[in-house]
């Protein structure tokens, strides 16, 4: 089991930065990879960036260029480094976590909301 745990949200204005993170806890050595989701109001669930045990980093073309997804190592928080955002970034972003047994997960926290006014 893995336990995740968003913060950082909040209300900013177009043109500006808001830094998420994730902490995880439990089985935090069989995780696989870690990603950022998001979800407006009327939508669907939409993927926006993930990060491999090992670093590597995929993005959404929406996100790419203004948002990095990081994580230093498994015992630390998954941040993610928005810049430059836009009304259409407004979102409940939810961290993500795939353990390497497939057979268990996908783990998902509880949101965080993120406002961009513009």
């Known amino acids: 089991q893995v336990q995740l745990v968003e913060s950082g949200g909040g209300s900013v204005q177009a043109g500006g930065s808001l830094r998420l993170s994730c902490a995880a806890s439990g089985m935090i050595f069989s995780i696989a990879h870690m990603a950022w989701y998001r979800q407006a109001p009327g939508n669907q669930r939409e993927f926006i960036a993930s990060?491999?045990?090992?670093?590597?980093?995929n993005y959404a073309d929406s996100v790419k260029g203004r948002f990095t997804i990081s994580r230093d190592n498994a015992k630390k928080p998954l941040y993610l480094q928005m810049n430059s955002l836009k009304p259409e970034d407004t979102a409940v972003y939810y961290c993500?976590?795939?353990?390497?047994?497939?057979?268990?997960?996908?783990?998902w926290g509880q949101g965080t909301q993120v406002t961009v006014s513009s």
């Open positions: 990060i491999s045990s090992s670093g590597t980093t």
């Open positions: 993500n976590a795939q353990l390497f047994n497939r057979n268990y997960g996908p783990y």
